[in-house]
C-alpha cells in the first residue's frame, strides 16, 4: 500500500442515469461522480495527487512543478493540492499566454501557482529546465508528469476500482466508458479490474491520441501499476480497449458532438461536462449507443472525470 495524503471526498457517489437512458432507448446508464472530488472544483486528477503529494512529502519536497494545457484541469488540481499541502507550484503551461486569466488558468493564479508559458514541442524541455533551475536556487523539487499519469498516480484508479466493486457489490457494470488522454485513469482501471477478476469492461475514448498510441500507453502503464504491488502477472493487452474516432479536430477543439452530448447531459440529467475530456467522452458514448455498441440490457456505467471551470473559458464558450 502507498502512502496517500487524503485530498479527494470519497467514495464519490453511483447515480442513475435514467432520464438519459430513456432519451437514448439504450442500455442501462448510471455515473460515476469524480467530478465532485473537491479539491478545487474536484476531477479525477484528485485521487491521482493523493499518492503523488504523499510521495512529494515523503521525499521532503518544497516544491511540485507539472505541465499542462493553459485550461488543464491536471494544473488546476496539483496547485490546489500544493496550497493545501504548504508547498509551492510551478506550472509550465502551453499555448501563448492569453490577456485575461479565465476558468482554470484564474484558479491557478488565485491558488498561487507560478506560470511559465511554452510552445507545445518545448513542453518537457521547458519542464527539465524549470526543476534543474529550483534544486539550484537550494529548493526541493518534485516532478509530477503530464497528467499526474506514471505508475503512482495511476494505483489511485487500481483502488479505486476497488472502491467501485465495494459500492455496486454484485452489480458491477458491463461497460465502464470515460475520458483517455495521459492514460493514467484507465491504466489503474485496467490493473485494478484484472486484480479483482471483474468482468466490466473499461472503454477509454480518446480525447487526442490515436487508439495505437493511446493502448501503448496504457498498456506500460497498468504493467508498472501491477509492478507497484508485487503481482507480475502480464496485463492482457486485447482488454485495452479505446475508441479513437472523436476526436476529431484534436485536443481542445469543440466540434458538433461534443457540443451536443454537453447540451444532452445538461438538459437531461443537469450532469455539466467540460469542452475538452467528458464532452467528448459522453459524445462517444452517446454516439455508441445509437449505432448499437451496447446491447439494451447491459449496465454501462460513464464515469465523470471532472473538468467543469474549462466551461467558463472564453474559446469554449458556444451558443447556447
Not at 506550472?91 to 486569466?101: F, G, N, Q, Y
Request: net charge negative; proline share 4%.
Amino acid at each position: 500500500m502507498l502512502p496517500r495524503e487524503p485530498l479527494a471526498h470519497l467514495p464519490t457517489k453511483i447515480e442513475s442515469l435514467s432520464r438519459l437512458t430513456k432519451n437514448l432507448d439504450g442500455p442501462e446508464l448510471f455515473i460515476k461522480r469524480d467530478d465532485q472530488t473537491g479539491l478545487a472544483f474536484g476531477g479525477n486528477k484528485t485521487r491521482k495527487l493523493e499518492y503523488l503529494m504523499a510521495q512529494a512529502l515523503a521525499e521532503g519536497a518544497d516544491l511540485v512543478l507539472t505541465a499542462g494545457a493553459d485550461q488543464s484541469n491536471h494544473c488546476r488540481q496539483t496547485a490546489a493540492a500544493a496550497a493545501k499541502c504548504g508547498l509551492d507550484c510551478t506550472l509550465v503551461l502551453v499555448e501563448p499566454p492569453p490577456e485575461t486569466a479565465t476558468a482554470n488558468l484564474f484558479l491557478d493564479k488565485l491558488l498561487g501557482a507560478d506560470l511559465i508559458w511554452t510552445g507545445k514541442d518545448m513542453r518537457d524541455q521547458v519542464l527539465d529546465k524549470a526543476y534543474k533551475e529550483a534544486a539550484s536556487r537550494g529548493k526541493k523539487p518534485y516532478l509530477i508528469p503530464y497528467g499526474g499519469s506514471n505508475a503512482v498516480g495511476a494505483y489511485a484508479y487500481f483502488n479505486a476500482m476497488k472502491e467501485l466493486q465495494e459500492q455496486l457489490a454484485d452489480e458491477m457494470p458491463d461497460w465502464i466508458v470515460f475520458a483517455s488522454s495521459s492514460g493514467g485513469t484507465q491504466a489503474g482501471l485496467l490493473a485494478g479490474a484484472q486484480n479483482y477478476h471483474l468482468q466490466t469492461k473499461i472503454l477509454g475514448i480518446s480525447v487526442d491520441e490515436s487508439e495505437r498510441v493511446l493502448k501503448d500507453r496504457v498498456f506500460r502503464l497498468a504493467s508498472e501499476v501491477r509492478n507497484l504491488y508485487g503481482d507480475k502477472k502480464d496485463i492482457n493487452p486485447d482488454q485495452i480497449l479505446i475508441n479513437d474516432d472523436f476526436v476529431g479536430g484534436g485536443y481542445g477543439i469543440l466540434n458538433d458532438q461534443d457540443r451536443e452530448a454537453i447540451h444532452l447531459f445538461a438538459k437531461t440529467e443537469g450532469i455539466l461536462l467540460d469542452p475538452v475530456y467528458t464532452g467528448r467522452a459522453g459524445a462517444g458514448l452517446v454516439h455508441l449507443i445509437r449505432a448499437g455498441y451496447f446491447s439494451k440490457n447491459e449496465r454501462v456505467l460513464f464515469w465523470h472525470t471532472g473538468g467543469t471551470p474549462a466551461l467558463f473559458a472564453d474559446k469554449y464558450l458556444y451558443d447556447i
